[in-house]
């Protein structure tokens, strides 16, 4: 077995071990304590309404991974273009910084609720935008931090080949906050779908994983309720491992790296 291979077997060995764990000891609390499946569903059941409705898990993961993807793409997007600009200005970063982050503190339901309003029903942007400004909010900050958080020897060294504001943005800044950017990303991932789901609560179109475990509760199928959010937990895992594995691809061996130089 290779080093690399090794390296993620053992990475991947103790929540796999503890995963295994935990559904076994729900499934015999379920079972010793005898509680009704109104209360709480056993992972054997939920695990069989999963098999049988994933034609409809699936169509509704598309939804909501859609929505999600959408506004992960965008919103990174975003976060990084502004992020440049605040860097660059700093009269511009203090002014937009408590802006964005009173718009990260606003409520879900609240945003969803004045963006359901300015589209029709049946449209996706409205989840769509709330992502995104989640996602940007993500980025904006670390991005921003890797980009001014900069060694200032290196900075130094540049300007004392006189080297323009371009040319240390291109050689230092930006290499420095690849690492937080993806950092960023794999905060920003899970969270795009957890965003997602959460936003089709509070109206729109009745497709998707949040608004399938709504009404399954309402009509207390908990089972299958829970089974759409096996789905919802499968979505946000593939998200992030996804992003992992582009931090890997894009600095192989940086995380390792950086570890030492933190110590």
Same mark, same amino acid.
């Given at each position: 077995m290779s080093s690399r291979a090794a390296s993620i077997a053992r990475s991947a060995l103790p929540p796999a071990v503890f995963g295994v764990g935990f559904i076994a000891l729900w499934e015999l609390v379920v079972k010793g304590f005898d509680l009704k499946p109104y209360f709480l569903a056993p992972p054997s059941k939920i695990w069989q309404k999963f098999t049988e409705n994933f034609d409809l898990i699936w169509g509704a993961t598309k939804v909501s991974g859609t929505n999600a993807l959408v506004g992960l793409l965008v919103g990174t997007a975003f976060g990084i273009v502004m992020s440049l600009v605040l860097s660059r200005y700093r009269v511009l970063s203090d002014l937009v910084t408590p802006l964005a982050i009173a718009l990260n503190a606003i409520p879900i339901f609240v945003l969803v609720a004045v963006l359901n309003n300015m589209f029709a029903i049946t449209s996706e942007v409205p989840r769509r935008i709330m992502v995104t400004l989640v996602v940007y909010f993500i980025v904006l900050v670390n991005v921003a931090r890797g980009l001014t958080q900069v060694s200032p020897t290196h900075v130094e060294l540049m300007r004392s080949y006189a080297a323009s504001d371009v040319a240390i943005l291109r050689k230092v800044r930006v290499p420095n906050a690849v690492p937080y950017l993806f950092t960023a990303l794999k905060i920003a991932a899970p969270a &795009?779908?957890?965003?997602?789901?959460? &936003?089709?609560?509070?109206?729109?179109?009745?497709?998707?994983?949040g608004s399938r475990i709504a009404s399954n509760i309402a009509n207390s199928k908990n089972a299958v309720a829970w089974a759409y959010v096996l789905g919802a937990c499968l979505l946000g895992l593939t998200f992030y491992v996804i992003s992992s594995l582009l931090e890997g691809a894009a600095t192989p061996g940086g995380g390792s790296k950086r570890a030492k130089k933190s110590r």
């Open positions: &795009s779908v957890i965003t997602a789901f959460v &936003s089709e609560y509070f109206g729109g179109s009745q497709n998707g994983l």
